[in-house]
């Protein structure tokens, strides 16, 4: 029997892309058939325009689509947790449906995984097609992370174009968290991990579903959900402030701190108040973690699935 690669494309709001994704994507596997067996599964997050019907359209004319319905919309990572909850591949690629990832990637992510790898990402050489705040607040993310995250690394510009073998999407299974960020999970699942390099494109159509406020939201939930490495930062920070305030009385005994400076005084009053705020908010931020945790609720609930049309298998 041939081996099977699954591709999966979380979509969000994309009615327009549908189409282009999957002919361009189809276009790929079906050169790759006289060796494999393929499917294409579509995730529908819950859009609200007719991306769920023009998969559906989609799917009458090819019978190697699978169309995931999710009970709503639950963003990417539910969206990804979705396609990979019913992908029945030995190889499993998730591709976003915006065509920025080149689906002719594909071959030589196929390449690599016979050669043995488990894991091989995409990674970005270059964001040309990035806007300049997109750029800085990548540039941002990969270093706070990195900083924070001494063993585990994730790695610049990886995108979330990966391919995963039948082992590695097992072993992700098996982790049980809640929060489900795919670029966080797979490099703790470690293996043989390898990348595949190449330019990103600039949207075929649609918009971008990440706004500021999100991908602040995105940044915090990866850090958080990874680390306690920020806690152990907020101890480090109290030490040295204690330490400032003893270096401070010291220097008081020789040389009296003039009573003129009171606005010194409140200044450094408010950075203070300000840093304690911001810890405090950092510990939120954790212990909400926990209560989404503790809840195990699924990452994402699937409403539908109509799987491929199994009868053109072998
Ligand atoms: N997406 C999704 N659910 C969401 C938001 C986005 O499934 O709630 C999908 C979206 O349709 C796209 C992928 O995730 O296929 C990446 O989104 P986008 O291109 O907007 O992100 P960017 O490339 O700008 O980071
Ligand atoms: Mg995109």
Redesign the pocket.
């Known amino acids: 029997m041939k081996k099977l690669i699954s591709v999966i ?6 009615e327009g ?1 549908v189409s282009e994704y999957c002919s361009q994507t189809l276009k790929v596997l079906e050169k790759l058939s006289d060796k494999y067996d393929y499917e294409l599964i579509l ?1 529908d ?3 609200s325009d007719r991306t769920y019907s023009n998969m559906m359209d989609e799917q009458r004319k090819h019978p190697h689509i699978g169309v995931v319905k999710l009970s709503r ?4 990572e ?3 947790h979705g396609g990979i909850e019913v992908a029945k591949g030995d190889a499993v690629i998730v591709m ?3 065509l ?1 990832d080149p689906p002719e990637l594909i071959y030589r992510m196929i390449e690599m995984w016979e050669d043995g790898y488990d894991v091989v990402s995409g990674k970005r050489i270059e964001r040309k097609s ?1 806007s300049l705040f ?1 750029k800085m607040s990548a540039w941002l993310f990969y270093k706070v992370t990195s900083a924070f995250s001494n063993r585990l690394v994730i790695e610049e510009n990886a995108a ?1 174009y990966k391919l995963l073998n039948r082992r590695a999407i097992d072993e992700m299974k098996k982790l049980p968290e809640v929060n489900r960020i795919f670029r966080v999970l797979v490099p703790y699942v470690g293996l043989k991990a390898g990348n595949v390099e190449y330019a990103r494109d600039i ?1 075929t159509a ?5 706004n500021l406020k999100s ?1 602040i939201r995105y940044a915090l939930d990866s850090l958080v959900g990874t680390t306690i490495e920020p806690l152990r930062f907020i101890m480090s920070l109290g030490f040295f402030t204690i330490l400032l305030g003893i270096l401070l009385t010291l220097s008081m005994l020789v040389m009296p701190v003039a009573s003129k400076d009171t606005s010194l005084i409140l200044a450094v009053l408010l950075y203070i108040a300000g840093a304690v705020f911001i810890c405090l908010g950092l510990i939120g931020e954790y212990v909400g973690q926990i209560l989404i945790e503790v809840k195990r609720r699924p990452a994402s609930i699937i409403d539908l699935y109509s799987a491929p049309n199994a009868e053109h298998r072998e």
């Open positions: 494309g979380p979509m969000f709001n994309e892309l995730v997050d819950g859009s919309n639950f963003g990417l539910g969206a990804v976003d449906a915006d920025q990035d997109k979330n949207r649609g918009q971008t579903k990440y991908m």
